[in-house]
């Protein structure tokens, strides 16, 4: 079985547990209350500059030049493209930046900066692949799945569940399956547990939105 298929297999209770949170139902049918929204796209606009910067140590630490091209061009999406998007939510649905770093959105991109900074490479690729795969099958599930027209949150489904977006995940999910060939059954494991943590972290991400979780202490 390909590494790919098994790390999804691990994680399949998470993505449905995902696929039942209150949030995504309700961002698919466009009754998402504003602020859990607002307080979603702030916290995502900083984890995707920090994202960019762990796609860009592991382009630079990648064994193969096709795979510093590939992920320098995922690093740049992760700036540049999504945080187009981002200004345009900021503007429609009236959302300031901050600096406040929530606690899981500042546990995610740290986990992510150090695991591509200090981890072997193989190991970073399969943290950061749960950010491409499960959003491009939480996309699909909610396009599929749509009962509403006039979805105020329809800019955002579109962007996941998009053929374009698709050919990145797929090109993700193939260079960890390559490289995990070249990796011993223990370094696997540790794919796979890099692939399981960052899919807790989505899975937290978005429950911390629906929470406004801030620090206890600010
Ligand atoms: C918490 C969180 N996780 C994943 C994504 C999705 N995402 C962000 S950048 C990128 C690819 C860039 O090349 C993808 C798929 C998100 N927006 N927020």
Redesign the pocket.
Known sequence: MKWSNTSWNNIQSIYDKIIEMPFINQLANGTLPLDQFQFYIQQ?SI??EN?GRALALIAARAHEVDDVLTYTR?AE??IVV?NALHESFFKEFKISKTHDVNPVCHH?IHYLKSTAALDQVEVAMAAVLP??WI?KKVGDYIYENQSVKNNPYQQWIETYAGEEFGL?VDQAINCCDRVAETCSDNQKELMHKAFYTASQL?YN?WDSASKLKRWEIE
């Open positions: 995502d984890y995707l994202f995922f999406g992760a999504e995610y950010c491409f959003y990145l989505e991400f």
